[in-house]
């Protein structure tokens, strides 16, 4: 819990200059969104199939976000990573997709292309193909202490950001306990109306610091993705 109890409180804009260098020298990306839940019977293959490209890709900017939904939740049986707000993106997407329905275990890529996330082939497919693309937004993120001692996030947007929004998901990294690889415990947005701004946090400790990175991703109306970056505090 004490991760949910750090993270649920993002409400004030401020303005920025500490900024943080992305290190990828490449400026491609891929944001592999897997739409799971602890109670989904089908779902374990696909958990697996994101663990090991999260591990191949790590030294490519592929970036992988596990989102627990929470139609799978009955009575007093609920997954502890389950939101309401994650059905509700997946349902956005459904709609953006023109789909009737939504079910796990779905991976979204980069807001565009949609499919089984147990398909192995076509997964390593289309990340070879995003990765040859170049990104319209670049981001950079850092952070550092206001005057009031309140964490503050820093971001800077480069590219065309008429209609955007920047995306926040505040990750749980992958450990050997845990079944699935990067469980996003929250997501923010924000309204691109600036380049640069910042987001005050709560205060993190150095303990939930090691747990916790930031994968930051540009998106437009249509919910495709233009750019991304990930930052570890």
């Known amino acids: 819990m004490k991760y949910f109890l750090i993270l649920v409180t993002f409400i004030l804009l401020i303005p920025s200059n ?13 944001v592999v969104q ?3 839940s602890k109670f989904c019977p089908y779902c374990s293959e696909a958990d697996e199939l994101i ?10 900017k592929v970036y992988v976000l596990s989102y627990h939904v929470d139609y799978w939740d009955r009575g007093e049986r609920k997954d502890p990573f389950g ?5 509700e993106l997946q349902y956005n997407y459904a709609k953006q997709f023109k789909e009737r329905r939504v079910y796990t275990p779905q991976v979204v890529l980069n807001g565009k292309d949609h499919f089984n996330g147990t398909i192995e082939s076509r997964l390593r497919k289309k990340i070879k193909s995003y990765l040859k693309k170049e990104s319209q937004n670049t981001i950079k993120l850092s952070y550092n202490k206001n005057e009031k001692g309140n964490l503050a996030l820093n971001y800077e947007i480069s590219g065309e950001t008429i209609d955007k929004n920047l995306k926040l998901a505040f990750v749980l990294k992958t450990k050997k306990a845990l079944a699935n690889t990067n469980i ?10 600036k380049n640069k701004g910042s987001i005050l946090i709560p205060t993190i400790t150095s303990e939930v610091k090691k747990d916790v990175l930031v994968i930051g991703y540009v998106q437009n ?5 233009t750019g991304a970056t990930q930052y570890e505090f």
Do not use: P
């Open 83 to 87: 939101k309401k707000k994650f059905t």
């Open 51 to 60: 663990a090991k490209i999260n591990q191949e890709y790590k030294e490519k």
């Open 184 to 193: 996003v415990l929250e997501e923010m947005m924000v309204e691109l109306n």
């Open 18 to 30: 500490s900024i943080k260098e992305d290190s990828s020298e490449k400026n491609s990306f891929v």
């Open 221 to 225: 109306k249509k919910l495709q993705i």
């Open 34 to 36: 897997l739409f799971t």
